[in-house]
């Protein structure tokens, strides 16, 4: 938005007050002021503009606010998930060891009485001749 300051009268037209994004060009160094009426409308309308753009940056920094709290509180919750994790992870780990001791004892227990019946056998054929 450009708005040339030797045309006071145009300032209303160009909407000042409703300044949304973009910057107010300064097209002159010399500022025409038809009357003290017309100068204090003029600083009227800069002022509402300052008001505007103060209000849209506190809006903003709000809403930085927010975001910023969300993307702390979403990285709390990674870490918990990630230890969440890992300790079901590691309780799978330790159930699986345990498991795995009793299924070598079952075996070898397996192993012990086959061969003890594998001796007891050869015990009565040795009895029979």
């Keep these: 938005m450009s708005i040339a300051f030797n045309d006071v009268r145009a300032t209303s037209a160009t909407g000042l007050n409703m300044v949304t994004a973009g910057a107010v060009n300064w097209t002159s160094s010399a500022t025409i002021v038809a009357s003290n009426t017309a100068a204090q409308a003029f600083i009227g309308q800069v002022d509402a503009a300052i008001t505007t753009m103060n209000t849209r940056r506190s809006d903003l920094g ?68």
């Design 62 to 129: 709000a809403s930085q606010n927010r975001l910023e709290s969300t993307v702390n509180s979403l990285g709390v919750s990674v870490e918990n998930l990630t230890a969440s994790e890992s300790r079901i992870r590691d309780a799978d780990i330790a159930q699986l060891s345990s498991q795995m001791v009793s299924n070598q004892i079952l075996q070898q227990a397996g192993v012990s009485v086959l061969s003890q019946a594998n001796q007891a056998s050869q015990s009565v054929l040795s009895l029979l001749r």
